[in-house]
Structures are given as C-alpha cells and as structure tokens.
C-alpha cells in the first residue's frame, strides 16, 4: 500500500484517541492509549469522535437537557468502548470555551476523561465542522508546544464503537502517509467520497497535519449555508482528496470490494507542498450500522458507526454482541471476546455466562472384524478338478468300452485269417 522506509521503530509512552462531542459548541474526545500493548508503529495513537450538537441556538434552551443527556451517553459509550479495545488509553475531551459540557467527570472503570477547550474564534455557534477543523488543529499545535507530537491520531464521531484494536491496523510500522481517511463507493455518494468521521494523522507529521486543515478550514470558508447536518460541508471539501486537480491518480477508480487501503498524494494550491494520504475502506474502518452508502457492516468491521435513531442504541448492541442475543451482529462484528472480558472487568458489562457444556460423546461403535484376504488373481489359481461322473454315465461308459474291445477282437480274428490264407497261397505256388 504505501511507500516502505525502514527505521528503528521508536519507544514512547501511549496511544492517544482523540473523540470530539458538542453541547452548546462542539466538543472532541481525545484518547492516548499505550502503543505497547499492539504490533504497530510504536507510537502514540489518538482515535477522535465529533457530535454535531453545536447547531444550536438559542430559542433551543427547552431541548438543552435531552441533547445534553444524549452526548453524555454518546461518548460514555464510546470511552468505555474504546477502553476495552485500548487498556491503556488515556481519554482527553476538547470542546469550546463556552461549551457547558463536563466530560471531566465521566469515568470509564477507575480512569476519569480530561478536558481540554479551545476558542470559537469567532465562529458561529452553527458553524461546527468548521469548528472541528480548528479544534483540531488547535490540539495538535499544542501537543507540538508542549513536547509531544509524537502520537498517531485518530479522529472519530463520538457516535462510534471501537469493536476491535485498531493501532496496528490504521498505522503500521510501514506507514508513510501524514494524513488519513476512509472513502466509500456509491452513486449516491460520488460527490463525497471522502467521509468526515475518521480522520488520521500519523506522529511526527503534525505540521503537515496543521497546513493541511489549515487549506480545509480556508476551502469551507463562505459555505456556511450547507455545514449543519449530515457534513455537507466538510465532506465536499474533503472531496478534493480524491480529485485528479488536487494530486488524486487521474482515471484511477478504487472499487467497493478493494479492501486495501489507497495511497495517494494531496496538494491543496499550486504553491502548497504536497501531503501523502492514506485511504482506508470503510466497510473494514468506518462501517455503517444503518444501511449505509456502501458502507455495510461486515463482520471485519473493526469500527461501527450509529446513526439516527440507532445512536442511544450504541451500548444495547455491545451487550447483546457480547452475550451472542443481538441479530444484527450476524453480519456486523462482534467485540473481540478479550474486549467484552475487559469490559466485564471493568464493571460495565454483567457478569458473561458461562459457555455451554459440550455436547455428551456418542459411544464409539464396535470394532469391524477384519475384511477377508482378497483373492488371487485368476492366472495364478491352480485349475479345478473335474466334476465327479455319475453311476449311470460309468456305466455307460464300460458298455461303451466293452463293446469297442469286442468289435476290436472281431476285426483282429479277420486279420489272423486273411493272413494265414496269403501264407498258404504263397506256399502252395513254390
């Protein structure tokens, strides 16, 4: 998939996922999780979700609570999920400076959530993908100021559920990219390819991460008519990626089944430097719990995205997958079973039952006595005996016998007599 460079794989500390989630702005979840724990590149990871919760105004006051209550759901399920999947994760929260939210004070096991919050800088309250891209860029700028900038990121929606480790998957020891998305095939969606809620950025590329939503943020600048729901706009922004003017392989055309990720290059201008992108399949990395825009869930979805009415449905699948009740996950995947025994230890799942003895032993059957010695081949059996004769034919033949040896005694008499007569005649003529 992407160019090889080979180095000494470096030692740091932990992975990081990074989730975002909103209230009266927009609020991201940011996760550091310990890199040793998986076959990666042995760096940081930072898995990240956004909840577009800061479309509010507001006349909205009346519906605070219920949206309030809801992302707090949302991302409990999503921190306890990502938890499980990553032991050692740390979980951060970025929101805005005016945002009411206090993630702080949820706890996945004994781990609480940080919080980190960012200026609006002047953005509208309905301007929230603009915002994410801020909020974003802002973290990475201050993981650069405080001496990090090491960790692989992952930006995520806060209605995602971690089903599987995901370090090693999304940023192997070769990888080479600075930036990272999951794109999908449909002729509904040929206008965005590129989707919003995953999002990489590989350690050690922050600066080239920064630029790059840097040329987002000023290409969604004067669109705010279509950024309020469904990203409709920072997916047609993201659309460039893949476009043939931005450095996209021109006549190049990934299919649904590619299950591979797509590297490829991105330039924003004609006088930006050149980005490397990694494309993942969403099937495998941003799988749809709905139906989706050739997105369905399979059973190598190592993340599962919920939305509309299925997003307070996120935890009652993860307990209904991991106890084996839920229907669904016949064709999503299950939660590995060391991620539901982690879960379960940490108290968030109820005890798991106890697996069904085995099915009793059938008797073993008699022993078969040993076939019989295979004849041997016709040319080399003896020949057989003639049959028996009967009386009658013995018999018959005797009177056969007897009657040549008379016929033969007959004709020897005739002999002697015409003998004797030929000596008499020549004795009689001297």
């Not at 938890?83 to 945002?99: G, I, M, N, Y």
Request: proline content about 10%; glycine content about 6%; overall charge positive.
């Amino acid at each position: 998939m992407q160019r090889l460079r080979c180095s000494k794989p470096r030692r740091v500390p932990a992975i990081v996922l990074l989730a975002v989630a909103a209230l009266s702005g927009i609020s991201e979840v940011v996760t550091h999780v310990d890199a040793q724990a998986s076959v990666s590149s042995g760096r940081e990871l930072v898995l990240s979700v956004t909840v577009a919760q800061a479309s509010w105004h507001d006349r909205h006051v009346a519906k605070r609570e219920f949206y309030r209550e809801r992302e707090f759901r949302l991302v409990h399920d999503w921190a306890r999920s990502a938890r499980a999947a990553e032991p050692t994760s740390r979980l951060v929260v970025l929101t805005d400076e005016k945002s009411e939210a206090n993630f702080d004070k949820l706890t996945v096991g004994k781990t609480s959530l940080e919080m980190r919050r960012y200026a609006r800088q002047g953005l509208a309250i309905d301007q929230i993908l603009l915002f994410r891209f801020h909020s974003r860029r802002d973290f990475l700028k201050e993981e650069l100021e405080r001496g990090g900038g090491e960790a692989d990121i992952v930006f995520m929606d806060s209605d995602m559920l971690v089903l599987a480790p995901v370090h090693a998957g999304f940023f192997p020891q070769s990888a080479t990219f600075d930036v990272g998305f999951t794109f999908r095939i449909h002729k509904r969606v040929r206008d965005t390819p590129v989707q919003g809620g995953i999002q990489l950025v590989r350690g050690g590329r922050y600066e080239q991460a920064i630029a790059f939503y840097d040329s987002m943020a000023s290409m969604m600048e004067g669109t705010r008519s279509k950024q309020l729901w469904y990203g409709m706009d920072d997916q047609p922004t993201l659309a460039t990626i893949m476009s043939p003017r931005h450095g996209f392989p021109r006549g190049f055309k990934p299919r649904k089944q590619d299950r591979k990720p797509i590297a490829t290059v991105f330039v924003a201008s004609k006088h930006a430097s050149p980005l490397n992108v990694s494309l993942y399949p969403c099937s495998e990395w941003n799988a749809n719990a709905n139906s989706g825009y050739g997105c369905r869930c399979t059973r190598e979805t190592r993340i599962l995205h919920f939305k509309g009415h299925l997003k307070l449905d996120m935890w009652s699948y993860y307990k209904s997958a991991c106890t084996g009740d839920d229907q669904s996950s016949a064709i999503c995947r299950r939660p590995d079973p060391d991620i539901c025994a982690r879960m379960t230890a940490l108290g968030e799942l109820p005890p798991m039952p106890p697996p069904p003895p085995p099915p009793p032993t059938p008797p073993s059957p008699p022993p078969r006595p040993p076939p019989p010695p295979p004849a041997p081949p016709t040319h080399l059996r003896p020949p057989e005996p003639p049959p028996s004769p009967s009386l009658e034919t013995m018999q018959s033949l005797v009177r056969d016998a007897t009657e040549r040896a008379e016929r033969a005694e007959t004709k020897l008499a005739q002999l002697e007599t015409q003998l004797e007569t030929l000596r008499r005649k020549e004795c009689a003529h001297h």
